[in-house]
Antibody
Framework: EVQLVESGGGLVQPGRSLRLSCAASGFTFDDYAMHWVRQAPGKGLEWVSGISWNSGSIGYADSVKGRFTISRDNAKNSLYLQMNSLRAEDTALYYC????????????WGQGTMVTVSS | DIVMTQTPLSSPVTLGQPASISCRSSQSLVHSDGNTYLSWLQQRPGQPPRLLIYKISNRFSGVPDRFSGSGAGTDFTLKISRVEAEDVGVYYCTQATQFPYTFGQGTKLEIK
């Protein structure tokens, strides 16, 4: 079964750091680009960051550039998001999503991990 | 950034009746390779998003044929021929033509 499972979310104070992980299974992880997409409570979807299959191409939303770092470990079938200098507006459910380049769409999504930034 | 604008933001529909959602992009979604990378996602309550339609009009695996997509350039439409109870949720259009990928605000489909 194709699956993405996020972990690492939680309650964190403003200015602190958190590292999210996404474990992939059921497909050849290193064939695909991967992304993080977030959804603030009661709000819509916001693309956060994406990384190519070999980490050669990386992109960030302006709202997180300079604070968040995406990475992957193909040997461990895992995607990561290092989040530093967290702000209240980063509070959201963070999804990892598989990028099917042939479809040019996010075809598989995890269940998400919740990040709450509050003092 | 490409702005995606959906209308309506809320759509009450009677079971068995059709529904239609529009999505307009602030610039053409035609990629330099000639393809148009517009897709539609469905998010049922309490669930992650699910891919319905890719490249304007292609149904993803397992998606019922009552869902269809159309459009070109900057104007796109998702249609549900006969709404069923399981279709309740929020629908998003999204573009992958240009970084950063962007989403519409979402359209909430509810049953009258």
């Amino acid at each position: 079964e194709v699956q993405l499972v996020e972990s690492g979310g939680g309650l964190v104070q403003p200015g602190r750091s958190l590292r999210l992980s996404c474990a992939a299974s059921g497909f050849t992880f290193d064939d695909y680009a991967m992304h993080w997409v977030r959804q603030a409570p009661g709000k819509g979807l916001e693309w956060v960051s994406g990384i190519s299959w070999n980490s050669g191409s990386i992109g960030y939303a302006d709202s997180v550039k300079g604070r968040f770092t995406i990475s992957r470990d193909n040997a461990k079938n895992s995607l990561y998001l290092q989040m530093n200098s967290l702000r209240a507006e980063d509070t959201a459910l963070y999804y990892c999503a598989k990028d099917n380049q042939q479809l040019a769409a996010f075809d598989i999504w995890g269940q998400g991990t919740m990040v709450t930034v509050s003092s | 950034d490409i702005v995606m604008t959906q209308t309506p933001l809320s759509s009450p529909v009677t079971l068995g009746q059709p529904a239609s959602i529009s999505c307009r992009s602030s610039q053409s979604l035609v990629h330099s390779d000639g393809n148009t990378y517009l897709s539609w996602l469905q998010q049922r309550p309490g669930q992650p998003p699910r891919l319905l339609i890719y490249k304007i009009s292609n149904r993803f695996s397992g998606v019922p044929d009552r869902f269809s997509g159309s459009g070109a350039g900057t104007d796109f439409t998702l249609k549900i021929s006969r709404v069923e109870a399981e279709d309740v949720g929020v629908y998003y259009c999204t573009q992958a033509t240009q970084f950063p990928y962007t989403f519409g605000q979402g359209t909430k489909l509810e049953i009258k």
